[in-house]
T-cell receptor, first 117, second 114 residues
Framework: GAVVSQHPSWVICKSGTSVKIECRSLDFQATTMFWYRQFPKQSLMLMATSNEGSKATYEQGVEKDKFLINHASLTLSTLTVTSAHPEDSSFYIC?????????????FGQGTRLTVV | AQSVSQHNHHVILSEAASLELGCNYSYGGTVNLFWYVQYPGQHLQLLLKYFSGDPLVKGIKGFEAEFIKSKFSFNLRKPSVQWSDTAEYFCAVIFSSNTGKLIFGQGTTLQVKP
C-alpha cells in the first residue's frame, strides 16, 4: 500500500511553546488529509479534514486557533499545536487519501506522541 | 448522529480459539466499512474493507467480516487466532453524507495467550 510518514515520532515540549508535526505522503498525491487524536485506551477522534490548497475543516469542539493545519502541497500537511499545555499531551495521527472517490482507502502515518511538560 | 460502536473492549483468547468482534453503526444510508489493526508500537493497518458486492469480505491474515445491512453490523471474524494477532482492532465507517472522513469505533484490545 501507499506510505504516509509522520515526523517526529515523539516530541517533548515545554508548556506554552508550539510544536509542529509533519505528515507526508511518500508515493502518492494526497488530495485529502485527516488529523486524528488518540487518548490512551481510547479510539481515534477526528480533529480536522484538510484538502490541498484549502482551509481545513475542523470538527466540533476542536479549537482552530490552537491546532493550526496547513496543507500547502499534495504531499505535505502540517499540524501545529500552539501554546501547548499538558492537556494537549496525546497521540496525534494523520491519514491521507489520494484523488478520486472520497470513499477510497486512507493510509495512516505512524503517529506522533506529544508530551507537554 | 453518525456513530460507530464496538461492543467488546477487551477480549482475551487462547491460541486456536475463534474470534468474533462486533461492530455496529448508527446510519441507515449507504456506508463504506473498514477494519483496521494496530499492533503494539506500530501504526494503523487496513485489514479489510467493504464498499459493495458480496457482503462477506476476506482480508489479510485470515480475517473476514460480514456486512449485514439489516442489522447495521460489520463483525470481524477469524476461525483460529494466533499469538501474533494480539493488537488493537478498530472498526471504521465512511458515511455517505459527509466528506469521506472515517469515523472510528472505540476499539477492541485483543490479547491472545500462547
Amino acid at each position: 500500500g501507499a506510505v504516509v510518514s509522520q515526523h517526529p515520532s515523539w516530541v517533548i515540549c515545554k508548556s506554552g511553546t508550539s510544536v509542529k508535526i509533519e505528515c507526508r505522503s511518500l508515493d502518492f498525491q494526497a488530495t485529502t488529509m485527516f488529523w486524528y487524536r488518540q487518548f490512551p485506551k481510547q479510539s481515534l477522534m477526528l480533529m480536522a479534514t484538510s484538502n490541498e490548497g484549502s482551509k481545513a475543516t475542523y470538527e466540533q469542539g476542536v479549537e482552530k486557533d490552537k491546532f493550526l493545519i496547513n496543507h500547502a502541497s499534495l504531499t505535505l500537511s502540517t499540524l501545529t499545536v500552539t501554546s501547548a499545555h499538558p492537556e494537549d499531551s496525546s497521540f496525534y495521527i494523520c491519514s491521507a487519501r489520494g484523488p478520486g472517490s472520497t470513499h477510497t482507502e486512507a493510509f495512516f502515518g505512524q503517529g506522533t506522541r506529544l508530551t507537554v511538560v | 448522529a453518525q456513530s460507530v460502536s464496538q461492543h467488546n473492549h477487551h477480549v482475551i483468547l487462547s491460541e486456536a480459539a475463534s474470534l468474533e468482534l462486533g461492530c455496529n453503526y448508527s446510519y441507515g444510508g449507504t456506508v463504506n466499512l473498514f477494519w483496521y489493526v494496530q499492533y503494539p508500537g506500530q501504526h494503523l493497518q487496513l485489514l479489510l474493507k467493504y464498499f459493495s458486492g458480496d457482503p462477506l469480505v476476506k482480508g489479510i491474515k485470515g480475517f473476514e467480516a460480514e456486512f449485514i445491512k439489516s442489522k447495521f453490523s460489520f463483525n470481524l471474524r477469524k476461525p483460529s487466532v494466533q499469538w501474533s494477532d494480539t493488537a488493537e482492532y478498530f472498526c471504521a465507517v465512511i458515511f455517505s453524507s459527509n466528506t469521506g472522513k472515517l469515523i472510528f469505533g472505540q476499539g477492541t484490545t485483543l490479547q491472545v495467550k500462547p
